[in-house]
């Protein structure tokens, strides 16, 4: 079974600094796309970072410059860090991985339970 968990979410003061990790299970996250959601209450789910099938990283306008995404192969686990936090990345955030063509968009075929992010001013 495909298994996705997200940890490392909580609270933050604004500029502060947080790293998210999605570990994986039953697929390797090496050849496959893994991306980076959130979703605000009453906002639609929205793109943050992803790693194409071909290992190309991806990053929302918002978060460019400030979020970094990463893998350690080794341990089959994908890393969001996030950096200069605002109160508008209050979220809660989701990691998603699959084959998929676009991968910026929400049509991963498998998902995480995802992780509060919270971000204070």
């Known amino acids: 079974q495909v298994q996705l968990v997200e940890a490392g979410g909580g609270l933050v003061q604004s500029g502060g600094s947080l790293t998210l990790s999605c570990a994986a299970s039953g697929h390797t996250v090496s050849t496959v796309a893994t991306g980076w959601f959130r979703q605000a209450p009453g906002k639609e789910r929205e793109f943050v970072a992803a790693?194409?099938?071909?290992?190309?990283?991806f990053y929302a306008a918002s978060v460019k410059g400030r979020f970094t995404i990463s893998r350690d192969n080794a341990k089959n686990t994908v890393y969001l860090q996030m950096n200069s936090l605002k109160p508008e990345d209050t979220a809660i955030y989701y990691c998603a991985a699959g084959i998929v063509g676009d991968p910026s968009r929400s049509e991963y075929p498998y998902w995480g339970q995802g992780t509060q992010v919270t971000v204070s001013s």
């Open positions: 790693f194409s099938v071909s290992g190309i990283r």
